[in-house]
């Protein structure tokens, strides 16, 4: 069975442009997070879904990120306008239920440079 | 939230065991321990979890103390593919669900 799936890769763009990802979780997954991980530190929490619902987006920069999860299957994550600073590896995560007793799988992570 | 404590770094001979520490001295009655692990240029991996009993798996096995402050995660026979950065921690039974990783523990595997 497939993972996590997330593209691209990786993206260069120069900043105030506007830059899109794409995760598609695992099939059945309910719950589906967005991270955000600088060089050297742990991944942080951006977004948290349950189905199509966000129920955690406290820590999401609301003036220039956007995400949504239509249907509750497949994600994409925005950036507009990109900041120099938004360079960083951008994961998605996804797993059956939100609680403590379950295990999450991670994509390989999109890598964006702002130039 | 509460808190973990790893290690910055530790080192490991290839094919000894390795025990990867934790403490989590404000841990509360429900949080679950999880341990992942991060290879270079990937996303992170689930490697074991547990809530109070010691648990086994193909890949690790984990020690919780008796009083649940601390917990061990334990490599049995460490490779060269087991160099990556490890992440201990606790996710409440309630709550926000996050998903809280500090800056781990990277560990080296000397051939």
């Known amino acids: 069975e497939a993972g996590v799936v997330q593209s691209p890769r990786y993206k260069i763009i120069e900043k105030k442009q506007p830059v899109a990802f794409w995760c598609n979780p695992i099939?059945?997954?309910?719950?589906l997070y967005w991270y955000l991980q600088n060089l050297g530190q742990g991944p942080e929490l951006l977004i948290r879904y349950e189905n199509e619902e966000a129920v955690d987006d406290s820590q999401l920069p609301k003036d220039r990120f956007s995400a949504e999860r239509l249907k509750g299957v497949d994600s994409t994550l925005k950036i507009q306008p990109a900041e120099l600073g938004d360079s960083a590896v951008y994961l998605c995560a996804s797993s059956l239920d939100p609680g403590p007793n379950t295990e999450a799988f991670f994509g390989q992570g999109t890598r964006l440079t702002v130039v | 939230d509460a808190k973990t404590t790893q290690p910055n770094s530790m080192e490991s001979n290839e094919e000894e065991p390795v025990h990867l520490p934790c403490n989590h001295s404000t841990i509360s009655g429900t949080d679950y321990i999880h341990w992942y692990r991060q290879l270079p240029s990937q996303g992170p991996e689930y490697v074991i979890h547990g809530l109070t009993s010691n648990v086994n798996n193909r890949m690790a096995s984990l020690a919780i103390a008796e009083d649940r402050k601390s917990s061990t995660l334990i490599l049995h026979r460490a490779t060269l593919r087991d160099a990556a950065v490890y992440y201990c921690?606790?996710?409440?039974?309630?709550?926000?669900?996050?998903?809280?990783f500090g800056t781990g523990t990277r560990l080296k595997v000397l051939a």
């Open positions: 099939s059945g997954h309910n719950t």
């Open positions: 921690i606790l996710r409440p039974f309630s709550g926000t669900y996050k998903y809280i």
